[in-house]
């Protein structure tokens, strides 16, 4: 009877060990299971961030070009503004220095005329008191 019940207690501890194999090949069938899965994710969500920060980069490189178009438009409109506002003042200068020459030789030219004038009244004044002495 002591046999038999050490027999049946081998037989229970031999079929223990046998279904406590089983559970750990299945436990560790489940734990790599687990573990691929759980690396797909990371790999999936490493790609998504991956994409995201590629995304957010290329906006913020977008927005510093458009930032540096606008700024060198910006710069260009004022050179601009500037250039046309030391040309007319350019234009001012020459118009007043030109308005200056042309009334100091129109002066002369009344000057000369004058005396032109004065020359030629004289030389009528002389003839006419010459006729009358003749007469």
């Known amino acids: 009877h002591e046999r038999e019940h050490d027999r049946e207690i081998s037989e ?3 079929k ?19 573990l691929d899965e759980l690396q797909q994710q990371m790999a999936a969500t490493h790609k998504a961030e991956l ?5 957010q ?6 927005l510093e070009l458009e930032t540096l178009r606008l ?3 910006n710069m260009h409109t ?14 001012e200068t020459a118009l007043v ?4 020459m042309l009334n100091d030789k129109r002066a002369q030219e009344v000057a000369i005329l004058q005396s032109r004038h004065q020359l030629e009244w004289e030389k009528i004044k002389e003839q006419c008191l010459k ?5």
């Open 97 to 100: 220095e030109l308005r200056e």
């Open 57 to 62: 980069s290329q906006t913020l490189h977008s």
């Open 71 to 73: 700024s060198l438009n």
């Open 16 to 34: 223990h060990e046998e279904e406590m194999e089983k559970l750990r090949a299945e436990l560790n069938k489940d734990q790599q299971h687990l």
């Open 51 to 55: 994409e995201q920060a590629q995304l």
């Open 78 to 91: 004022s050179q601009l503004e500037l250039t046309q506002s030391n040309l007319r003042k350019e234009k």
């Open 131 to 135: 006729e009358k002495e003749d007469l």
């Open 12 to 14: 229970l501890s031999a």
